[in-house]
């Protein structure tokens, strides 16, 4: 990972602020662009709000770009951004055994983020929030109990100003606004994400790629903490990793595994890099008139790393907690966020820790894992909660079937399965 920016933004943000009092008095201004501050933004213009919605200029988030049924039916994702539909994945133990994990009357949506996020962007701004090209960089509480942001546009040696009654940090796991607003809160735990955008290859070329199966490898020699990806996005297909370890280079690794697994003559059309946070902070706000949602406040699901239906539900909760704190005036209605989602999902995320903590951690427990995902009732179970985004509660006996095989794997009471790539 290329972290040499970090030093010249951190100079740029101690030039000297002034605010701007003169200027109008938003109900909100949210800090980040991508699903979560997106979500937020529109859902706040539509119930009447005044907001501005700041975000960067050019980034673009590495990412899978999987969204399950849900999440286009709860947000309304216009079918044109569904560039590939899924019809199952491959996991690949470190044996180079796997495991083809079917879905079963269902597909997982694919969308590129480059367009996934500026769609998203332009609803909320035709629901009439206003859109800032820039870079926050301070926060000055006003005596008036307002806050003043200090934005840098783009070419500009000098802070624009914005005041708003309540901030929305949805700048990622780095977040500016939570530094600035909360520096004694520690930082959740985080894995840096690395992908390159190539050019598809033909159906069944490049190591039998597929169209409309994701790739999942569980091999320490890409990443010893996480597993690696080829997420096809109809043309385009991303192909990444992640690690947790400081110091490995996430690029050797990606170059070793595309000439390993058959993807070096694919074309390259960008790259991309940003830590991917792992646990959702003990506290969202600051207790005053600041909420952080999404990446900054660490809602993106350990083990598996997904994070855009999570980053738009806690951009739609964040946006009603913010609504009835303008309302009533009262602080504590800034919690509701994230008492809402860790209600609805804190379960799923305690349970994928766990999952991710042990069966990651060596490659024994690796190929252990992957065979137990030849299990039909452990993929049945698993899609299911995924389409669904809850843990399934239908079929009490399957999830007793699942904690013995569990049991079984863990203890090597079963013998390994056969299938090996070749």
């Given amino acids: 990972m290329d972290m040499s ?46 907001v501005v919605l700041v975000d960067r200029a050019g980034r673009i988030k590495p990412c899978g770009g999987a969204i399950p049924p849900r999440c286009v039916r709860d947000f309304d994702v216009p079918d044109h951004l569904i560039v590939a539909r899924i019809g199952g994945a491959r996991m690949v133990a470190p044996s180079e055994r796997f495991v083809d994990m079917a879905i079963d009357g269902g597909y997982v949506g694919m969308v590129d983020r480059e367009d996934f996020d500026e769609f998203l962007r332009e609803r909320a701004r035709e629901n009439g929030a206003t859109r800032m090209t820039g870079l926050f960089e301070r926060l000055i509480r006003l005596e008036d109990g307002t806050v003043a942001l200090g934005i840098r546009e783009k070419g500009s040696d000098r802070l624009t100003s914005l005041r708003a009654r309540t901030v929305i940090g949805a700048d990622g796991a ?44 569980y091999q320490g020699r890409y990443s010893p903490d996480f597993y690696s990806w080829v997420f096809p996005h109809g043309d385009k297909t991303s192909i990444g990793t992640g690690t947790a370890q400081k110091g ?42 600041v909420l952080l949602i999404g990446d900054a406040c660490g809602v993106v699901a350990p083990a598996s790393g997904e994070g855009i239906y999570y980053a738009m539900l806690c951009g739609r909760l964040g946006a009603n907690a913010v609504s009835l704190f303008l309302s009533s005036g009262q602080a504590s209605a800034l919690r509701t966020a994230r008492k809402q989602f860790m209600k609805a999902h804190g379960r799923v995320f305690f349970v994928l820790g766990l999952l991710q903590r042990f069966w990651y951690g060596t490659e024994k ?18 899609w299911d909660a995924y389409m669904n985004k809850e843990l399934v509660k239908r079929d009490p006996m399957a999830h007793l079937r ?21």
């Avoid at 190929?367 to 039909?376: L, T």
């Fill in 5 to 50: 920016q970090e030093p010249a933004v951190e100079a740029q943000r101690k030039v000297a602020f002034v605010p701007d009092l003169s200027g109008p008095l938003y109900d909100v201004v949210v800090i980040g662009g991508g699903p979560s501050g997106a979500t937020a933004a529109c859902d706040l213009a539509r119930d009447g709000r005044s």
């Fill in 174 to 217: 780095n977040s500016a606004v939570a530094r600035e607003a909360m520096p004694e809160m520690p930082r959740p735990p985080f894995v840096f994400a690395y992908h390159e955008i190539v050019r598809s290859p033909e159906q069944g070329a490049a190591a039998d790629f597929d169209s409309r199966r994701c790739d999942v490898y």
């Fill in 248 to 289: 490995l280079s996430l690029r050797d690794a990606i170059q070793r595994f595309r000439e390993e697994q058959g993807y070096a003559g694919c074309e390259t059309i960008r790259k991309e890099g940003a830590p991917i946070p792992l646990k959702p902070m003990k506290r969202w706000d600051d207790g005053k008139n």
């Fill in 365 to 382: 427990r690796r190929e252990q894992f992957v065979s137990m995902c030849a299990d039909k009732d452990v993929q049945k179970l698993t």
């Fill in 402 to 422: 699942v904690l013995w095989k569990d049991i079984a794997h863990l203890f090597e009471f079963v013998t390994p399965w056969r299938q090996k790539k070749t």
